[in-house]
């Protein structure tokens, strides 16, 4: 396992969705959810499992957490389906199963969820639940990077440094540094360091204006 590239975080939304689902409830209100959620709103029962995985307002129950992720999943939820991958990485309310969590990324990534698609990224990269993949790993990251994924361009900078699944490329991993410097990933600044030790300072200079043309081809995302 390459110890460089960042294991998967369990990072929760909070946020309710849009109104695409029906109404949803107040946010963390146990009891407002429960009615919505007896309503069918779907966005209330995906609410329900955060309410319980983040313990606001009841105790901190992983399992109930699961249940209600369960059924707004089945419901084609792609954040409950993205949450209950992590969960399944993590071993939190279910057995640790990185098989299922893959399957589970897989489904909320059908549904158009970029996180979903980088953390595929990092499943086939680490050999976690799919055999080492650096090629599949290089898709689903290309992907998440597409749609505007924060960490993607990062993991994409790593591969074109180290040369897994690509041929080495410093200037396109200093490119891709810089997009997911210029997106907020916190990483990014130390990896540009490292590349600048392999690239003068006019193909630095190159690749500051692919990672400018890159960004402004995905604006809209």
Known sequence: MIKTLPKIFLVLSFILCSGAYGDSCWQ???NDCRVKAEQGHLDAVYNLGV?????????R???EAVRWYQKSAARGHSRALYNLGLMSVQGQGVSQDHQEAVRLFKKSAEYGYTPAKNNLGVMYYNGEGVPQDYRAALRWFSKAAGEGDV???FHLSEMYRLGKGV??????AYMYATIALLKGNINASQEREILSQ???VPERKVAQDLAEH???K???I
């Not at 309410?51 to 105790?59: A, D, E, L, R």
């Not at 041929?167 to 396109?172: A, P, R, V």
């Open 151 to 153: 960490d993607a361009p």
């Open 214 to 216: 890159w960004l402004r």
């Open 28 to 30: 963390f209100d146990l």
């Open 51 to 59: 309410i319980y995985y983040t313990g606001q307002g009841v105790s």
């Open 61 to 63: 129950d992983y399992k």
């Open 167 to 172: 041929i080495k490329d410093y200037g396109l």
């Open 198 to 200: 392999f690239l003068t």
């Open 218 to 220: 995905h604006e809209n």
